[in-house]
């Protein structure tokens, strides 16, 4: 493609490319294989770097479709990937990794972006930035204001698959964190009507605390 004028490619072009490479496996197969896992997240790591150039160019945006394709397709690859996938949350989602100066800025979140988020740090072993990324989103004002969030059963599962994970650590504080987190879910769902479709506990929810429970000897 040109890279100006009206064919240059634009966001939408990017977004389509990176949710291409996200789903990309082994011919034939329903798994992907760690060779196609590895280049995936190497092309999507080149996109959006050619993504990134291209939207200081032409002035456009850089949307959460955009940031949900690439650490989807970067969840499966090495540790130079995990680094830079973090690099995305905190430039384009506005969140910080502990220790980090959080950015001034804070985009419109979305529930996709950030399942993909929790889903990126489970598949890397980060389960502990899962939780950390969690509550940092309940501590952005759109929540005290008990508005629309960026967060749905699906990215609540994985929270809660996260603490589950952690007490099987031997850890011995996530089982009642998992239950204050599932708490959290119901009261949202009676203060705020509005958020019942998107935060309705289903039977995954209370399996993940119930685990997280029997993983930590918690009785």
């Not at 011919?27 to 150039?53: C, E, F, M």
């Not at 508005?147 to 603490?163: D, K, Q, W």
């Not at 589950?164 to 998992?178: I, R």
Request: proline share 6%; net charge neutral.
């Amino acid at each position: 493609l040109p890279q100006e004028g009206p064919l240059a490619p634009d966001i939408y072009t990017f977004s389509a490319l990176l949710h291409a490479i996200s789903e990309r496996r082994e011919p034939g197969s329903t798994s992907r294989s760690i060779a196609i896992q590895h280049q995936n997240a190497s092309d999507a790591k080149l996109i959006w770097r050619q993504l990134v150039k291209a939207s200081e160019k032409s002035n456009f945006e850089i949307n959460q479709h955009a940031v949900t394709a690439v650490l989807r397709s970067i969840a499966h690859g090495r540790p130079s990937d995990t680094l830079f996938g973090f690099e995305v949350v905190r430039d384009y989602c506005g969140l910080a990794k502990p220790g980090e100066t959080p950015p001034t800025n804070h985009p419109e979140l979305s529930s996709h972006a950030m399942t993909a988020l929790f889903e990126f740090c489970n598949r890397q072993h980060k389960y502990g930035l899962t939780i950390h990324y969690f509550q940092q989103i309940l501590d952005l004002p759109l929540q005290k204001q008990g508005e629309l969030i960026p967060l749905t059963g699906n990215s609540m599962e994985r929270v809660l698959r996260a603490y589950s994970h952690l007490a099987s650590l031997g850890s011995m504080s996530e089982a009642d964190q998992a239950l204050e987190t599932l708490q959290w879910m119901l009261r949202q769902c009676v203060l705020h009507p509005q958020l019942k479709s998107q935060l309705q506990p289903n039977l995954t929810h209370y399996a993940l605390v119930l685990t997280a429970c029997w993983r930590g000897a918690d009785w």
